[in-house]
């Protein structure tokens, strides 16, 4: 139909001229679907299950009589509708229907999650926005389904709690385990990377293998994307950022088949831009990030776009655009979401601190940075402080203060490690060991490299390998400071980590 | 012309039909005389599917409403109010809005 408005006229012709008085075909009448559909209700209300998953003519007029039914069940029968709008929903997901350029297997699925959710007292725009505060806690709206737990509590971010949920849920099998572990991951994201990863790909691989689906209607499908979500954020607080946009396609590819689509596209594409800017592909932000911002703002997703914000004035000042990083990072200090959203909010005061710096403004710079330090849960946000010391060494070290440079550096190195983000650990001994030679301290600048080494191999960093070796033969044999190399290496392990 | 039938014509006479409450027979003719229009109105510059689906709703509302008419005005005067001319004054409110969607 959409490939030649020419061609489909003279086709229509042909057609008209082919059919002309005699009988065409319908498929099943009106009232034969209908009473099909009515006996599959009976079935699945007294513990049936789907008969067929066949998609021939007919079976589409049984579906879309299905379909009407439930609907017109809904007011009569709220309690019994989700459960069968639940198994036509499975029914209709679950069928081939090729060259549907109609679109009428989306528009059925819409039908009968609108309708099973208004049975609940919820309609298709509740939903959204239940989706759209995703944040920290409770993946899913408990009052859904009442498979699920209300998973408000508030969990200890430590990822021991995440730990005994997961072991829970691996010897029961059980939905309130797997809910409440679930909501544990992005709990403890920052604080224990590592376990969050480990867990979050069980998890996942656990919904996809399962024979059993999870929740009702979309919830299955919004659950894994939810996971692989989680999975993505430790990825990225690991280092791995290529896994960490694997973890993306993945969301992307489970929330497509959800009835939100919109909103959970646009939080996936924000939490992508976070992504590329740490892989500083900065072209990339910098053009998607107007669009996605305009987005966010249109779909009132205030977390999102203050993320998109943040990540697009952190892109200008990584590629040296200081001046235009400025006012845009001030506006949202400014605006300050500190209740709302404290870890978003601290890293736009470090964002706009690293830009003062780099304009040479170093006591307002300064006091950014103190600022947020103070106010930065080491326990919940470790990543976070960790940048923040990190920042506050670099701005110690342009000024040639090496000794306070140095404990900065030495602090976040040790957060990052108490982490198990080791490749930013890494990193940050790398800075370590240049403010440690330029302060003529050259053994314990070895010894950092050395203690970095294990992680740049072991993460294939080998270039960056070669070159650390090279600065400690040089560095033993003349027991003094390379800074041209040591800048060389920093520069080069800062563009690959 | 197979395809046709399969992807264009039954899709279609099942919106017809589900979406608007038409029986079979009606519906088919509503997607016939969709398809008249298409071959006389259809722009190359619009999406073909669009405008079908825009004409078949507006065919089908026409018609369902003409039908709940009738019903109106036999449960009130009893038989003989069939109208005949359905299907032209039908095709005819609709070439006045078609294809706003494009």
Same mark, same amino acid.
């Given at each position: 139909v959409s490939e030649g408005t020419i061609d489909l006229r003279s086709l229509l012709s042909r057609w008209l001229e082919i059919t002309a008085g005699g009988e065409i075909p319908t498929g099943l009448a009106r009232q034969e679907a209908v009473q099909h559909a009515q006996r599959l209700c009976q079935g699945i209300l007294h513990g049936g299950a789907w008969e067929s998953s066949s998609t021939d003519d007919d079976s589409?007029?049984?579906?879309?009589?299905?379909v009407e039914t439930i609907e017109q069940t809904a007011a009569r029968d709220p309690t019994s509708v989700v459960r069968i709008a639940d198994a036509a929903y499975r029914a209709i997901e679950s069928t081939d229907w090729s060259a549907d350029i109609f679109a009428e297997k989306a528009g059925l699925?819409?039908?009968?999650?609108?309708?099973?959710? %208004?049975?609940?007292?919820?309609? @298709?725009? +509740?939903?959204?926005?239940?989706?759209?505060?995703?944040?920290?806690?409770?993946?899913? +709206?408990?009052?859904?389904?009442?498979?699920? =737990? +209300?998973?408000?509590s508030a969990f200890d971010e430590t990822g021991e709690e995440l730990e005994e949920l997961c072991r829970r849920w691996e010897l029961d099998g059980g939905n309130r385990n797997l809910s409440a572990a679930v909501a544990c991951l992005f709990s403890c994201t920052q604080s224990s990377a590592p376990r969050v990863l480990f867990w979050a790909s069980r998890i996942h691989e656990h919904l996809l293998a399962s024979g059993r689906r999870i929740g009702v209607f979309d919830e299955h499908d919004y659950l894994t994307g939810v996971v692989a979500c989680a999975a993505s954020d430790a990825a990225r607080y690991l280092g791995e950022f290529e896994a960490s946009l694997g973890w993306i396609a993945r969301a992307t590819d489970a929330f497509s088949r959800t009835q939100t689509p919109g909103i959970l596209l646009l939080k996936t594409a924000c939490q992508r831009l976070v992504v590329e800017l740490s892989e500083k592909r900065l072209h990339d932000v910098l053009a998607q990030a107007p669009a996605i911002i305009r987005r966010c703002d249109e779909l009132a997703l205030k977390r999102d776009a203050l993320k998109a914000r943040i990540?697009?004035?952190?892109?200008? %000042?990584?590629?040296?655009?200081?001046?235009?990083?400025?006012?845009? @990072?001030?506006?949202?200090?400014?605006?300050?979401?500190? =209740?709302?959203?404290?870890?978003?909010?601290?890293?736009?005061?470090?964002t706009y601190g690293e830009v003062l710096s780099a304009l040479c403004k170093y006591t307002e710079a300064d006091?950014?940075?103190?600022?947020?330090?103070?106010?930065? +849960?080491? %326990?919940?946000?470790?990543?976070?402080?960790?940048?923040?010391?990190?920042? @506050?060494?670099?701005s110690h070290r342009d000024r040639g203060r090496m000794e306070r440079a140095i404990g900065h550096y030495r602090a976040a190195a040790e957060i990052y490690e108490r982490a198990g983000m080791h490749s930013f650990a890494a990193y940050t001994r790398i800075l370590l060991a240049e403010a440690l030679?330029?302060?003529?301290?050259?053994?314990?600048?070895?010894?950092?490299?050395?203690?970095?080494?294990p992680v740049i191999e072991a993460k294939n960093l080998r270039q960056e390998g070669i070159a650390a070796l090279a600065l400690l033969r040089e560095s033993r044999r003349r027991?003094?400071?390379?800074?041209?190399? @040591?800048? %060389?290496?920093?520069?080069?392990?800062?563009?690959?980590? | 012309l197979? *395809?046709?039938?399969?992807?264009?014509?039954?899709?279609?006479?099942?919106?017809?039909?589900?979406?608007?409450?038409?029986?079979? *027979?009606?519906?088919?003719?509503?997607?016939? *005389?969709?398809?008249?229009?298409?071959?006389?109105?259809?722009?190359?510059?619009?999406?073909?599917?669009?405008?079908?689906v825009h004409v078949v709703d507006n065919l089908s509302i026409n018609l369902a409403r003409k039908a709940s008419r009738h019903h109106r005005l036999e449960a009130r005067w009893g038989l003989g109010w069939r109208d005949s001319s359905c299907s032209q004054s039908t095709a005819a409110s609709v070439t006045d809005d078609e294809g706003e969607d494009g």
């Open positions: 589409k007029d049984v579906l879309y009589a299905l699925l819409s039908r009968c999650a609108r309708a099973g959710w %208004k049975a609940r007292g919820h309609s @298709l725009e +509740d939903v959204a926005e239940f989706r759209k505060a995703r944040n920290a806690l409770s993946p899913f +709206d408990a009052r859904l389904s009442s498979e699920w =737990t +209300d998973s408000q990540a697009e004035a952190a892109a200008l %000042k990584d590629s040296g655009q200081y001046r235009e990083a400025e006012p845009r @990072l001030a506006e949202i200090v400014r605006q300050g979401e500190f =209740t709302a959203q404290p870890a978003l909010s601290l890293m736009a005061i470090a006091a950014l940075f103190t600022e947020a330090s103070s106010r930065a +849960d080491a %326990k919940r946000w470790p990543a976070l402080c960790a940048h923040l010391q990190g920042l @506050l060494g670099e030679l330029l302060h003529s301290c050259p053994a314990d600048a070895e010894r950092e490299i050395l203690s970095a080494m027991r003094q400071t390379v800074r041209d190399a @040591l800048k %060389k290496l920093q520069e080069h392990l800062r563009r690959r980590i | 197979d *395809e046709l039938y399969r992807r264009v014509f039954l899709p279609l006479v099942r919106r017809a039909t589900w979406n608007h409450g038409l029986s079979k *027979e009606d519906a088919r003719d509503v997607v016939q *005389e969709a398809f008249l229009l298409a071959v006389v109105k259809l722009d190359p510059g619009r999406n073909p599917k669009a405008w079908l």
